[in-house]
């Protein structure tokens, strides 16, 4: 059994900042890309960005130059600091990692969190 579990969402101001967290547990052999994606109130959930276990990143045009994706592969864990939100920023967000179980069957596959929401409202 392998679980992604977020926290860090909440309610801020816009121009604010926030940190979210995922992280890995359970049955885990090794954890390939790791990312966050995000869907608003009737929208298509939409890639944020990504990260390799390389290190190789990934943004989308809204998040780049405001977000920053990292990861510590010890912990098993991928972040997401958020600065210079905006009311368009509001949305569940959603932690996804392509993970290779340690338990039959052993290959690599998606996994996703239960969300965190984020509203950016003053």
């Known amino acids: 059994q392998v679980q992604l579990v977020e926290s860090g969402g909440g309610l801020v101001q816009p121009g604010g900042s926030l940190r979210l967290s995922c992280a890995a547990s359970?049955?885990?052999?090794?954890?390939?890309?790791m990312g966050w994606y995000r869907q608003a109130p009737g929208k298509q959930r939409e890639l944020v960005a990504s990260i390799t276990s390389g290190g190789s990143l990934n943004y989308a045009d809204s998040a780049k130059g405001r977000f920053a994706i990292s990861r510590d592969n010890a912990k098993n864990t991928v972040y997401l600091q958020m600065n210079s939100l905006k009311p368009e920023d509001t949305a569940v967000y959603y932690c996804n990692a392509h993970i290779t179980p340690r338990v039959a069957p052993k290959f690599p596959r998606n996994y996703w969190g239960q969300g965190t929401q984020v509203t950016v409202s003053s």
């Open positions: 359970g049955s885990i052999d090794s954890i390939h890309a």
